[in-house]
């Protein structure tokens, strides 16, 4: 069987691998040696990708050196997880949802990863003991009407070690809802077969939730495991990061959604980047962004349009961003900043 991860440049395919630079080679380099987040991209996704520094699938897995620049704004835990965790693992912030993380790894690193520190460990799935304490926890909180399955990436586990977790769930609370959240239907779609597509439909009430930035990570292997999902009555929703030089264009967002549309699936979540380190070099400034969604509303169908939003950083949770969601603005000690309002009336910062 041909290697389905590449983990060093050298192994990129043709002409991929002549268009890594002395630059970038160098700075991979530094990666491994420094414990940040290493190089790893699947075969197929790193096939999707044109050898071209601006190209929006290449940007998406290739480090860059910018990720080297010190952000003032950089948080290690950018959405505040340690601040709601429940259990090791397990993470309670809105009432009536929980988030575990289940998977260790990842079929590729994403430089844009807002659990980048997380990811940058090698983690294992999660065992038998390490989920005791969640089932005891779900148990005792029946407000907990939904648990996202997310990680790393929860398909990276086999079918029967992801039987035994759902098992293990549907047993403790029998009407949970389980989210599985996965880029592997993107990055490895082999890895979504009618049998895993079987077992999700023996423990519904179960729903997906995908992550797609561009229309070109719609390639046709991925079309037929995802139409294969609807087909079998599991619902597909698709979260979509913001991403500059990469989709932070209305047309681009367009297609992407209507594409999903044709497919079944239904666009969810933009997301404003999180202030992940190393990271910056992505962020869509806030006001672009809100100027983009307006435009992308006037040229998709409602049914095509994600919400636009935001995790504040430090764990004040999601918001939906709109015009008017800039309460006002302040110079901190790192840069300007917009104060934008949270759930419970405080204002929080995020930079301009
Ligand atoms: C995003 C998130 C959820 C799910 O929120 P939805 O708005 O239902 O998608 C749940 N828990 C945590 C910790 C989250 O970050």
Redesign the pocket.
Known sequence: MSQVFITSWKELPEPLVSSVDAQEAAFIETLNASGGLPFMVSAHFAALAKPDKTDPIRQQFMPYPAEGVPDPFALADP?G?AK?QAAPRL????RD???LLAGGSCAGYCRYCFRRVWMSRPQHFISGEELLPVLVYLKGHPEIR?I?ISGGDPLMAEDGTLATLFQSLRIARPGLLL?ICTRLPITQPSRLTLETVRLFRAYRPLRM?IQSNHPRELAAGTQEALRTCVDQGIPVHVQTVLLRGINDDAQVLAALFRECLQLGLSP??LFQLDLAPGTAHFRVPLKTGLALYEELKRHISGLGLPVY?L?LPGGGG?IPLHQGVIAGEQVDSQGLVYLLQGPEGKLWPYPA
């Open positions: 959405l997880e709601h993470v309670h912030q809105y949802r929980a988030l939904e996202l989210r939730v969810y979540y939003a995790d999601k």
